[in-house]
């Protein structure tokens, strides 16, 4: 069963940095889209970043400007680069890939979630 594998979460200080990473195995195929969410206690799962492979990156207004998605070349393998951390960044971090399965549909996959705190 294909599965991710995320690492890079802790705790920092507001204005610090963080590097989130997830590797995707590589019996999931067809991988064309990869991302990251979080969720905060009582709150929904919101998009935070994702990049569709071959295109260009998509953020959340909120994160704009201070992360960076990127992809390993031609790696089923994503990072995320947090700066400028700050409180309202507490979360925990979700990794999703989109592969497309038969009859040409998507599926999505998750990572087991990483925690993310800013606190000073």
């Known amino acids: 069963q294909g599965q991710l594998v995320e690492s890079g979460g802790g705790t920092v200080q507001p204005g610090g940095s963080l590097r989130l990473s997830c590797a995707a195995s590589?019996?999931?195929?067809?991988?064309?889209?990869m991302g990251w969410w979080r969720q905060a206690p009582g709150h929904q799962r919101d998009l935070v970043a994702s990049i569709i492979f071959g295109g260009s990156p998509n953020y959340a207004p909120s994160v704009t400007g201070r992360f960076t998605i990127s992809r390993d070349n031609e790696k089923n393998t994503v990072h995320l680069q947090m700066n400028s951390l700050k409180p309202e960044d507490t979360a925990v971090y979700y990794c999703?890939?989109?592969?497309?399965?038969?009859?040409?549909?998507?599926?999505?996959?998750w990572g087991q979630g990483t925690q993310v705190t800013v606190s000073s």
């Open positions: 590589e019996s999931i195929a067809d991988i064309y889209k």
């Open positions: 999703q890939a989109v592969a497309t399965i038969f009859g040409g549909r998507d599926y999505d996959y």
